[in-house]
């Protein structure tokens, strides 16, 4: 009776009977909230990015002691991502930093992908396949430097534009070849896509060169491709670098000039 398809491997036959059950596939462990075991895969996914403390540092010190706040971190203490870098965070004690830290960049070194969030999935080009810089200290690809998330699973382009109407952002990144990728494979980001990108800590990923995108870079106002539902001659504009939203109905409309930055 246990002679069934099921129960005998793929294209296997038994007695005449041919089996279809084929082995289970371990998922994507970044397909896989995190602290969930599926499959023997341990999930990675992080739902919950929260604001970071930062409790030390040159500048942006902050410790809130009024009540109900307490020395120390509590969260009443979070700050935005501007002054809340890996180096110089902490979280509240309930908010575990494995599970709700979203940021930092993948350690190239490593064969299989670790914790953080962001990855350098820079193509190879004429100095290899890195954004970062070789230990020799020469460039690796500077021309195709690529970050994805590994969360929403979006690749960003370096910086496509500093200046820019709103149409002109969106023919921008549908010509964009950049990565050795063809035109029509880049888009503008959406309003959410923006805001998700500030939400999983797209600022540990900030470079000091010219590379791909600088703190500096982040702190300009970024073209989405989401129009104002209240006033369509507008659109919405992100800043990287703290998560700040508005619509650029008023005055500007469509015509001003602002940043971009490409996905696919």
């Known amino acids: 009776a246990d002679i069934t398809q099921a129960n005998i491997k793929d294209t296997v036959s038994i007695f005449g009977t ?18 969930v075991t599926v499959n023997g895969v341990t999930g990675k996914l992080k739902v919950n990015c929260r604001n970071a403390v930062r409790l030390s540092g040159t500048t942006g010190f902050f410790d809130n002691t009024t009540s109900p706040a307490a ?4 969260i009443w203490d979070t700050i935005d991502d501007y002054n809340g ?54 460039p690796g690809s500077p021309e195709r430097c690529t970050m994805q998330d590994k969360i929403s699973g979006l690749k960003w382009s370096k910086l496509a534009s500093s200046s820019a109407t709103w149409q002109d952002a969106i023919t921008t990144c ?22 998700d990108a500030y939400n999983h800590g797209i600022t540990s990923a900030a470079r000091t060169d010219v590379y791909w995108m600088t703190l500096g870079n982040m702190q300009s106002l970024f073209w989405s491709s989401s129009s104002s539902s209240r006033w369509p001659t507008g659109a ?21 000039n602002n940043a971009v930055v490409c996905v696919q």
């Not at 041919?18 to 397909?31: E, Q, R, S, Y």
């Not at 004429?126 to 020799?136: E, N, R």
Request: proline share 6%; aromatic share 8%.
């Open 85 to 138: 870098l890996p180096a110089f965070t902490d979280f509240p004690s309930s908010w575990s930093v494995a599970n709700n830290y979203c940021g930092g960049v993948d350690d190239p070194n490593l064969s299989s992908d670790d914790d953080n969030v962001w990855k350098d999935v820079t193509t190879a080009g004429t100095g290899g396949a890195s954004c970062a810089d070789k230990p020799d200290g020469s």
């Open 174 to 195: 549908n010509g964009l070849t950049h990565n050795g990728q063809t035109a029509g494979s880049w888009r503008l980001p959406t309003q959410k896509e923006l805001l």
């Open 236 to 256: 919405w504009v992100v800043v990287l670098v703290d998560g700040t939203a508005w619509q650029t109905a008023m005055g500007t409309g469509k015509f001003g």
């Open 18 to 35: 041919v089996g279809n059950l084929t082995a289970a596939v371990a998922p994507d462990p970044w397909n896989v909230r995190v602290g």
């Open 71 to 74: 020395a120390g971190s509590d």
